[in-house]
């Protein structure tokens, strides 16, 4: 590859665009390359998944490619100067309502990866970190994973500081909502429109848009008369609710140390929920629900598909009672009824990319030439930050290994949604209450 030719934009600058951008910069220091993304870098809020206060970091995967890849990731995390800063290592616990547990310690064996991981019974588990999980919600629970080598990142602080490394190094960034890709009619990809009429052109055009990318697609299958541009079958818009407690000086005392914690479920349960440590300066506990959902709108006349709400910031501040609700729910079957009178502030709607598997989508696409896709978190991707572009470069040059290929592929086997407990299974409508009036 000849790094005076090549021009890259990525548009997206979550975890996929910027540490894509990253890993680019370092290894084509002269190329050029540009994020392209709604909002700011350092805005205050912006609608990126991977823009929050905290992220789980963990390895704790029963399928051995993620959890490979997520110990990849964690030792960048405990090791590189640039990364250490925003990671907390607080250990994880995690009930288990089937064989996870052991599908994860096995796992741990079978890599050669030496951690004090552990499972445990309900009667041991409600004994730890002070009893503090005495009053969980062990019902069907099988046994509880220990893991003390997990934790968290600081994923917006984290997120800021690896674009701001990335843009010393020469990286471009232009704050803009992309409207359509440039595409030929034989499928050739030059680049980007914005919805301001600026054209970006480039070489390599790579769309790491999480929540947004079945809107674009579908915006540029119309534009360009090619319907299988159109991300179909493959990818839809999910949204959750987050919330935060803001913790006093006693609650700190006790809650302070506390590990990432996680409800898991089985696939006809559910999706699995989880609880996050108070952050150190503000002292903000956080949950998030159990229920996923879309947001089926026409975004094109006679064109559905699920997108974020059409607004600057997706509209994630605006948080119905009931998915508030939600978050008491997560609150509780982690603390019982100790905690249920905390005011829990600072709801959040975050919305990503889902497949029906749960696999990133890094690849081609296989209806347009100079076109990429890595997009796909599913809710699950912000862990992966430091190492993921990488793979996202090996992917363009043709060089990811084939077992990776065939997971991440355009077109693949998707399996039935209803074995994937955190598939969007509800529809944003049906969460909001009726208007009233007065």
């Known amino acids: 590859m000849s790094s005076s030719k090549e021009s890259y934009i990525i548009v997206g600058a979550g975890i996929f665009g910027v540490s894509t951008a990253y890993h680019l910069i370092q290894k084509y220091p002269n190329a050029l390359i540009t994020l392209v993304d709604r909002d700011a870098y350092d805005a205050d809020t912006r609608v990126a998944a991977s823009w929050d206060w905290n992220k789980v970091v963990r390895a704790d995967y029963d399928d051995i490619v993620y959890c490979q890849l997520a110990l990849e990731a964690q030792d960048v995390f405990k090791t590189d100067p640039l990364w250490k800063p925003y990671f907390h290592e607080t250990g994880l616990i995690w009930t288990c309502r089937d064989d996870y547990a052991q599908n994860v310690i096995e796992n741990y064996k079978r890599l050669g990866r030496k951690a004090d991981i552990k499972a445990i019974s309900i009667e041991e588990a409600r004994k730890l970190f002070g009893g503090l999980f005495a009053d969980a919600d062990y019902t069907g629970v099988k046994e509880v994973l220990i893991n003390p080598t997990g934790g968290w990142g600081a994923a917006g602080d984290s997120l800021r500081a690896i ?51 079945p809107t674009l697609l579908e915006f540029s299958a119309v534009n360009s008369g090619l319907p299988n541009i159109a991300a179909g079958y493959r990818l839809t818009a999910g949204g959750i609710t987050t919330g935060m407690a803001k913790l006093n000086d006693e609650l700190h005392a006790k809650y302070g140390s506390m590990p990432v914690a996680f409800q898991g479920y089985r696939p006809e349960q559910g ?23 879309k947001n089926t709108r026409e975004v094109l006349p006679g064109h559905y598909v699920s997108s974020p709400p059409p607004k600057p910031d997706y509209a994630q501040w605006e948080v119905s009672r009931r998915l508030k609700d939600d978050i008491k729910h997560a609150n509780k079957v982690f603390y019982g009824e100790k905690t249920a009178n905390w005011e829990l502030t600072k709801h959040r709607i975050c919305w990503d990319a889902f497949t029906t598997s749960s696999d990133f989508i890094i690849s081609p696409h296989s209806a347009a030439k100079g076109l990429y896709i890595a997009t796909g978190g599913s809710f699950h991707g912000y862990k992966f930050f430091p190492v ?14 084939p077992q990776l290929t065939e997971k991440w592929a355009w077109d693949r086997h998707r399996p039935d949604p209803a074995l994937f407990p955190d598939w969007p299974r509800y529809e944003m409508k049906d969460l909001i209450e009726p208007y009233k009036a007065l």
């Open 163 to 213: 674009t701001r490394k990335a843009l010393d190094l020469g990286v471009k960034y232009e704050v803009a909502e992309v409207a359509t890709l440039l595409l030929a009619k034989n499928g050739q990809c030059s680049g980007i429109k914005t919805t301001n009429g600026k054209v970006l052109k480039a070489t390599h055009t790579i769309i790491c848009a999480g929540a947004y990318t």
């Open 271 to 293: 999706p699995f929920i989880g609880s996050l440590p108070p952050t150190p300066g503000d002292r903000e506990m956080k949950w998030w629900g159990q229920t996923i959902f």
């Open 388 to 401: 993921i572009g990488k793979y996202i470069i090996q992917m363009i040059e043709g060089k990811l290994s």
